[in-house]
C-alpha cells in the first residue's frame, strides 16, 4: 500500500478551517495520489482521514480478485450450497420417477387383480345361470310312447289329460326339478299315483303306474324316474295318464302346454 504524503498546513481538526475544505471523490483522490500530484490550494489542502479510509476501501474493491477469506468462504459455499441443491433435486427427481414407476406398477397389478376377479365372478355368474338352465329345463314325460286318448270329452265325459300309451315299465320321467306332492294308490282310479310341484308352480299327475320309485317330500331333478308306467286303477291299457295343473290349479290341455316348454310329443 503507497504511503499517502500530504502537502501543505495541517491543522487540528477541531478547528474551523479559514479556507475552503475540499472534499476529493475517492477516484479522483485515487488516481491524482497514485500519479504524485500535488493539490495546491489558496487555503489549505487537507485530506480528510474520512476520505482516505475510503480510498482504501475502494482500493481493495477494485484489486486483482477478491481475497477476503470470508467473502471467499462465503462464496464457495454458496457455490457448494448451489452444488447440494442440484444434487438434492437430482436425487428428489430419482425418488420422484421411482414412486411414479412403483405407482404405475401397483395400479397396473391392482387392474390386473380386479380384470381377474371380475373375470371369476363373471365365470361364476354363468356356471349359476347354466346350473338354473339345466335345474329348469323341460323333459319328456316318458319315450317310446303312442298317442291315444287327448284332452276332452270322451264317453260324455271329460278327460282332463293326456294318453301315452307304452309298454309296462317303462320308465316315468319327472319334467324338471320339483317336489314330490303325493305318491301312492288313488281312491279314485288312478291308480299309483304321484303328482309333482315343479319349481314354477305347475303340478304334473301321472297316473296307472305298476311302481313308484319316490314318496311325498322328495326333491326330483329334470327327467329323473319317479315311477314305471302300468295298467293300474281305472285303465283299459298300458299307458301313462299325464295331467297338467299351472300352479296346482284347472287342468289344462297337456300338448300345447309341453309345446309351450319345448317338448314336442
Ligand atoms: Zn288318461
Known amino acids: 500500500?503507497?504511503?499517502?504524503?500530504?502537502?501543505?498546513?495541517?491543522?487540528?481538526a477541531a478547528r474551523p478551517s479559514r479556507g475552503r475544505q475540499i472534499v476529493v471523490p475517492v477516484a479522483l483522490l485515487s488516481s491524482t495520489v497514485a500519479a504524485g500530484l500535488v493539490i495546491h490550494d489558496t487555503g489549505t489542502t487537507e485530506l480528510n482521514p474520512e476520505a482516505v479510509a475510503m480510498k482504501n476501501v475502494s482500493n481493495a474493491g477494485t484489486g486483482a480478485g477478491?481475497?477476503?477469506?470470508?467473502?471467499?468462504?462465503?462464496?464457495?459455499?454458496?457455490?457448494?450450497?448451489?452444488?447440494?441443491?442440484?444434487?438434492?433435486?437430482?436425487?428428489?427427481r430419482t425418488v420422484i420417477a421411482g414412486a411414479t414407476q412403483t405407482a404405475t406398477q401397483t395400479a397396473g397389478e391392482a387392474q390386473a387383480a380386479a380384470d381377474k376377479a371380475a373375470a371369476a365372478k363373471a365365470a361364476a355368474k354363468a356356471e349359476r345361470e347354466r346350473a338354473i338352465a339345466a335345474a329348469q329345463r323341460?323333459?319328456?314325460?316318458?319315450?317310446?310312447?303312442?298317442?291315444?286318448?287327448?284332452?276332452?270329452?270322451?264317453?260324455?265325459?271329460?278327460?282332463?289329460?293326456?294318453?301315452?300309451?307304452?309298454?309296462?315299465?317303462?320308465?316315468?320321467?319327472?319334467?324338471?326339478?320339483?317336489?314330490?306332492?303325493?305318491?301312492?294308490?288313488?281312491?279314485?282310479?288312478?291308480?299309483?299315483?304321484?303328482?309333482?310341484?315343479?319349481?314354477?308352480?305347475?303340478?304334473?299327475?301321472?297316473?296307472?303306474n305298476s311302481r313308484l320309485l319316490v314318496s311325498v317330500g322328495e326333491q326330483v331333478s329334470p327327467g329323473q324316474v319317479v315311477a314305471y308306467s302300468g295298467n293300474?286303477?281305472?285303465?283299459?291299457?298300458?299307458?301313462v295318464h299325464l295331467e297338467i295343473h299351472p300352479e296346482g290349479g284347472a287342468a289344462v290341455p297337456p300338448l300345447p302346454w309341453l309345446a309351450a316348454h319345448g317338448i314336442d310329443l
Open 66 to 92: 477478491v481475497s477476503d477469506p470470508d467473502v471467499l468462504a462465503a462464496a464457495t459455499g454458496s457455490r457448494v450450497g448451489a452444488r447440494s441443491s442440484r444434487d438434492l433435486a437430482g436425487q428428489a
Open 138 to 208: 323341460w323333459v319328456s314325460p316318458v319315450s317310446g310312447y303312442s298317442l291315444t286318448s287327448g284332452f276332452g270329452f270322451r264317453w260324455g265325459k271329460m278327460h282332463p289329460a293326456q294318453d301315452l300309451a307304452c309298454p309296462v315299465g317303462s320308465s316315468v320321467h319327472a319334467l324338471s326339478s320339483g317336489t314330490v306332492v303325493f305318491a301312492g294308490w288313488s281312491t279314485e282310479g288312478y291308480g299309483n299315483f304321484v303328482k309333482i310341484r315343479y319349481w314354477d308352480g305347475t303340478v304334473s299327475w301321472m297316473a296307472h
Open 1 to 12: 500500500m503507497p504511503k499517502t504524503r500530504y502537502v501543505g498546513r495541517h491543522r487540528p
Open 232 to 239: 293300474t286303477g281305472h285303465s283299459t291299457g298300458p299307458h
